[in-house]
């Protein structure tokens, strides 16, 4: 089974943190709910691996990876 990498992994990390703040500047909170949703499977689909998927969907619910 793969792994979730949750080591830090992003270039200029603050970079894009900022880039993703500025994307929900001035909306409603249900648009901003409508972009992190494609965001989400955006990536989930980059990524591919059903395990990884499952792996990120514990540890962002605060549950262990084990």
Do not use: C, P
């Not at 949750?6 to 972009?35: P, Q, W």
């Not at 499952?54 to 619910?61: D, G, H, I």
């Amino acid at each position: 089974m793969s792994l979730l990498n949750t080591s830090a992994n992003i270039a200029a990390a603050d970079d894009f943190y900022g880039s993703l703040i500025r994307l929900h500047d001035g909306r409603k909170i249900e648009d901003s709910m409508r972009i992190n949703a494609r965001l989400i499977l955006i990536l989930a689909n980059h990524v591919g691996d059903k395990d990884i998927l499952e792996q990120a969907l514990r540890l962002a619910a605060g549950n262990s990876l084990k």
